[in-house]
């Protein structure tokens, strides 16, 4: 067998050659070279795909050995959902008619845990960044979709069982399919011809994927049926709008797009200058044709989201200084192809070295790194991924995800883009409005501009009764517009659309394009955006994972070590015993707690002390206190830390201001309360 550091070494050379030829391919398709052109070095770059999942599947081979762990994962995942359910953290909707799958309700405590990381995300970046909140409707009418691209293009294929009718997405069909005879097939030519499949199912269309499930006789899996054709299937979920049913409208699939169709109002709002942001919390709605994972799959979630407008020629960010000296697990695109995992990576230095394309982008990697670790992300199984180059869309800067390590795998939970101008330049031409900026200089400047120059004896020569038509058009150009006019002119013919939709085409005879230096007192343009977007529903899965534990010795004590930001609850209140003259101080306890603004639980049963501890364990509720026999002496009460189940003697009436400083994290177990009050020796933690 093949040595695995040569193999590593193919793969890193291989995936440089692969990225090379994905840079050519982008290229071209952004300089419209020639089909034929584009469809030889995509071939080539198909190959080089084919040959790089060979590889890779050769180091799986060799890793295998190093893969016998003690953690098995189906069984912490069985006995993490046990302990979900019982203690309603999540569950299936509609459950007592069978369910739907992809739909999922929030009991109590998952309901309070997602409540405390929208205020904790909303404090974290609406109010520190001043931010524009807003709250735009779910149903978004079609034209809105139409110009984002969604009508056209979120789509998935799909195919049906042809006699129980039963949908299955086609591409995860045929991977299931090819991986299973990919266990048992010994013929190198057939292995080949699958790791082929594999590497290109996320490029097939429709016809192509349909011979290939008929070339190897992919049928329904669970009746053996034969199945359809595949054919696109919109994930949206489609409506239709008051009550004549004309107007089209779906649930939006993202929620990003009310703020840029609100951009302009929102510029104005803000003083006309830029930069400025904007955010969201809502749900959003995908019609997932086979949602799996519980949470981390869903036909309808919660999203967060910010657009953060900004001049694309001044990408930098007066708050940078305060995160660039962070340093956490990154996973550029070289460690990528060179087939080496994350490393800690300085922001300061990510920014510097061009690593990160800009300071705005990289402060809010930064910021969504301290969000996530606040709420109790693990920081040794969170990563920042980028996105290869012929993964990003051809208008994208710089792409990164923040990916979290559970038992599925590395989960993407953020995504964070420099989508530049796309979106307000399509919503600008889709609807004939003006979503353009004005920077205005503090002096006026003298600088290189595109002067445009119309013929009109020529324009009226050739459009006539539309010459006007033609003018007006053309007095619209933006700087971007006229670069690309000048290089058509170039060519010989140059086209232009104008806002009724009528596409003209002209030549030098009519126009003149040419660079002069002018004076000017500011510039107009289209603002670039950096756009952090969070799925809260796999954020809180991921923390389930990570904050899940049993106590050394005892597989049945189950505990959440929840930070205080995201826990349910803050702090419960037990009376040591059911007794009268417990109550006074037990009411008074919690009604502190209250008014401090915190979360609070009392229990009064008649169960142990150890056994009331332990089922605000399960909920992972970080302090407890109880009211003893010591109470009724000298007015101090207990106060017990969850996850080293120490306990100190406090006045009762500290303990909420005390426990609102740990909640806040302006003080903490070790630096703040243990050297200050005296223990409390533990009698019954059974």
């Known amino acids: 067998m093949a040595d695995i550091n040569a193999v590593d070494a193919a793969i890193k050379a291989k995936n440089e050659e692969a990225t090379k030829q994905g840079d050519v391919v982008r290229a071209m398709k952004s300089n419209k070279a020639e089909k034929d052109l584009i469809t030889a070095e995509v071939e080539k770059l198909k190959s080089l795909k084919v040959e790089l999942a060979e590889l890779t599947k050769q180091q799986a081979e060799l890793q295998k050995g190093g893969d016998n762990k003690a953690f098995n994962k189906e069984s912490f995942r069985k006995q993490l959902a046990s302990v979900l359910e019982q203690n309603l953290f999540y569950m299936p909707s509609f459950k007592i008619y069978g369910g739907v799958a992809g739909l999922y309700d929030y009991g109590p405590t998952g309901a309070a845990i997602k409540a405390n990381m929208q205020q904790f995300w909303r404090q974290h970046f609406v109010l520190e960044e001043n931010m524009l909140e807003i709250e735009c409707p779910s149903v978004t009418p079609h034209p809105v979709l139409k110009a984002s691209g969604h009508v056209d293009r979120f789509i998935d294929l799909m195919v049906k069982d042809e006699v129980t009718q039963a949908c299955y997405r086609a591409d995860h069909l045929l991977k299931e399919f090819v991986e299973k005879a990919m266990e048992e097939e010994k013929d190198p030519e057939k292995l080949k011809a699958y790791t082929t499949v594999l590497t290109h199912i ?58 840029f169709v609100n951009f302009r109002d929102l510029l104005y709002f803000n003083g006309s200058k830029l930069p400025f942001a904007a955010a969201q919390i809502g749900q959003s709605f995908r019609n997932e044709i086979a949602p799996r994972a519980g949470l981390l799959r869903v036909r309808e979630f919660t999203q967060m989201e910010i657009e953060h407008f900004v001049d694309p020629d001044d990408k930098s960010h007066p708050k940078f200084p305060d995160v660039e000296s962070l340093t956490f697990l990154m996973y550029p695109r070289e460690q990528q192809l060179a087939a080496s995992g994350a490393i800690p990576i300085n922001v300061g230095e990510a920014v510097k070295s061009g690593i990160v394309a800009n300071q705005t982008l990289a402060y809010f990697i930064a910021r969504t790194y301290l969000y996530l670790t606040h709420c109790g992300i693990d920081p040794a199984r969170l990563r920042f991924r980028q996105h290869l180059t012929h993964e990003m869309a051809h208008y994208a800067c710089d792409c990164w995800d923040a990916e979290v390590e559970v038992s599925y795998g590395w989960i993407e939970c953020v995504g964070l883009a420099d989508r530049s101008a796309f979106d307000l330049d399509a919503h600008s031409k889709a609807a004939n409005v003006d979503l353009n900026a004005f920077k205005k200089f503090d002096k006026p400047i003298e600088m290189e501009v595109l002067k445009l120059e119309v013929n009109m004896k020529g324009v009226g020569k050739s459009f006539m009764k539309e010459a006007g038509l033609v003018k007006e058009a053309l007095a619209e150009l933006q700087e971007q517009e006229k670069e690309r006019i000048q290089a058509e002119l170039e060519g010989g013919e140059a086209s232009l659309t104008h806002s009724s939709g009528q596409v003209f085409k002209f030549t030098s005879d009519h126009v003149s394009i040419k660079k002069v230096m002018q004076k000017v007192n500011g510039k107009t343009f289209t603002p670039g955006v950096i756009e952090p977007s969070f799925g809260i529903g796999r954020i809180i899965y991921c923390l389930y994972e990570h904050c899940f534990y049993t106590r050394p010795g005892d597989d049945q004590r189950s505990v959440f070590k929840f930070t205080p930001v995201a826990a349910p609850v803050k702090c419960t209140v037990f009376p040591l015993l059911q007794r009268a003259e417990f109550a ?95 223990a409390q020796v533990s009698k019954s933690e059974e």
């Open 584 to 678: 006074p101080h037990t009411k008074a306890v919690a009604a502190a707690l209250t008014k401090a603004g915190l979360s609070r639980k009392v229990d009064e049963t008649g169960s142990s002390i150890g056994k009331r501890y332990a089922r605000t364990d399960e909920i992972g509720v970080p302090f407890a206190v109880t009211v003893d026999h010591t109470t009724l002496e000298d007015g101090t009460v207990t106060l017990r830390e969850r996850d080293s189940m120490s306990q100190v003697r406090v006045p009762s009436d500290e303990v909420a201001n005390l426990v609102r400083s740990l909640c806040d994290l302006t003080a903490t177990w070790e630096a703040d309360v243990a050297p200050k009050y005296p």
């Open 202 to 259: 996320d490029e097939y269309k429709a016809e192509e994927l349909g011979e290939i499930m008929t070339k190897y006789g992919v049928k329904a899996p669970e009746t053996g049926n034969s199945i359809s054709a595949p054919y696109p299937f919109n994930l949206m979920f489609a409506t239709s709008i008051g009550p004549s049913g004309n107007m089209q409208g779906y649930l939006r699939p993202e929620t990003a797009q009310g703020i």
